[in-house]
C-alpha cells in the first residue's frame, strides 16, 4: 500500500430508490455507486452491494456525493477515491472534487440499486463491517460464488436474524442470493494425512474454501485469509468463465477483454490508486 499502486474497476450502480427524504437536495440528479473490484469478470454473478454503516467504535460512517464529469451525475464514493477520481477524469475539471451532499452508509442500507452487469439486474445495499474507507471507494460489489468474504458476510446475514434486524434488512431480500455462479474451476484438497488431492469441477469456489480452512464466520480473520488465498489463485489461474459473452473461455484470457467491454458501455471505470 502507498508504494504498489493498484489498479481497481469501478463498477456503476445506480441508485433507485431516492424518495427519502436524505436524498431531498439531490433528487433531481442521476446518482450512481461506483464498487470497487480488482475482480470485473465476477461481476455477472453480483448479488448484492456493501456499504459500510459504522466504523469498529459505533460511529456514524459517511459518504461524499460528489459530482462526476458528466452534467447532472453524482457518484456516492468515500472521500479517499473522490480525491483520486478528481485526477483521473472522473470529476467536473482536473484535480477538482466537489461534494454536494452527505450520505450516511446506514441511509444506504436495504435500499435498491441498477446493477446492469448482474444477472439479477437489480439489488440490494446491505451492510459489511470489514470495509476499509481509505482503499477503492468504501463500496464493495458481492459476489458470494467467488470471493470467500463476501459469502461468509452473507451467509453470517442470513444465519442472524438479530443481525439483519439490526440494520432493517428485511428476510425476503435474502432469498436465492447465493446461488448465482460465473466461473468454473477444478479444485483441489488436501485429503488429511497422506498426499493424494481430490479434485473436482466447482463452482461454488468461495464456499468450498470457506469449508476447507473451517471459516465459521466473517470474523475467523486468519482462516478466511488462506480461504481468500486460494479462492482467488483457483478462479483466476485455473477458471473458466460460465456466465456472460465469454462463457467456455478460461479466465485469464478474458478478464481484461470483458473489462474493456463494460468500460466501452459505461458501466464501469478504469481507477488506480
Ligand atoms: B474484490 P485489495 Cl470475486 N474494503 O471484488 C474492503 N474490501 C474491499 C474494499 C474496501 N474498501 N474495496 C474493495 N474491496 C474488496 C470482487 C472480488 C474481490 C472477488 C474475489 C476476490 C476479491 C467481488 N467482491 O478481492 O486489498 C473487493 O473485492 C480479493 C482481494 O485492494 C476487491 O476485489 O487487494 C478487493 O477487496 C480489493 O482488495
Not at 440528479?29 to 470497487?36: E, F, G, V, W
Not at 468474504?149 to 428476510?171: N, Q, S, V, W
Not at 488465498?229 to 483466476?236: E, F, G, M
Amino acid at each position: 500500500e502507498g508504494v504498489c499502486p493498484q489498479s481497481y474497476t469501478l463498477i456503476k450502480m445506480k441508485l433507485l430508490d431516492t424518495s427519502n427524504k436524505v436524498f431531498e437536495n439531490i433528487s433531481s440528479y442521476d446518482i450512481y455507486l461506483l464498487a470497487a473490484t480488482l475482480r470485473p469478470e465476477t461481476i455477472y454473478a453480483q448479488t448484492n452491494c456493501w456499504v459500510l454503516p459504522h466504523d469498529k467504535d459505533g460511529n456514524d460512517v459517511t459518504y461524499g456525493c460528489y459530482r462526476s464529469h458528466v452534467a447532472n451525475e453524482l457518484f456516492i464514493v468515500g472521500d479517499h477515491a473522490a480525491r483520486n477520481m478528481a485526477f483521473q477524469g472522473l470529476s467536473p475539471s482536473f484535480g477538482v472534487s466537489e461534494c454536494v451532499a452527505r450520505i450516511r452508509g446506514q441511509d444506504l442500507l436495504g435500499l435498491r440499486v441498477a446493477s446492469p452487469i448482474s444477472r439479477l439486474g437489480e439489488l440490494r445495499i446491505f451492510p459489511l463491517l470489514n470495509i476499509f474507507m481509505d482503499k477503492g471507494t468504501g463500496i464493495v460489489a458481492c459476489v458470494p460464488s467467488v470471493s470467500p468474504e463476501d459469502h461468509i458476510a452473507l451467509r453470517d446475514l442470513e444465519a442472524k436474524p438479530k443481525f439483519r434486524a439490526k440494520y432493517g434488512i428485511e428476510d425476503s431480500w435474502m432469498e436465492g442470493l447465493r446461488s448465482d455462479t460465473v466461473i468454473m474451476a477444478p479444485y483441489k484438497k488436501d485429503k488429511g494425512g497422506d498426499k493424494e488431492e481430490e479434485e473436482e469441477k466447482c463452482e461454488c469456489i468461495a464456499e468450498r474454501a470457506c469449508e476447507e480452512f473451517k471459516v465459521a464466520s466473517q470474523n475467523d480473520r486468519n482462516s478466511l485469509e488462506m480461504a481468500k488465498i486460494k479462492a482467488y489463485k483457483i478462479s483466476l489461474n485455473d477458471g473458466s468463465m460460465t456466465a456472460g459473452p465469454f462463457a467456455g473461455q478460461r479466465v485469464k484470457d478474458v478478464k481484461n477483454l470483458i473489462r474493456d467491454q463494460f468500460i466501452a458501455e459505461n458501466l464501469a471505470y478504469d481507477f488506480s490508486e
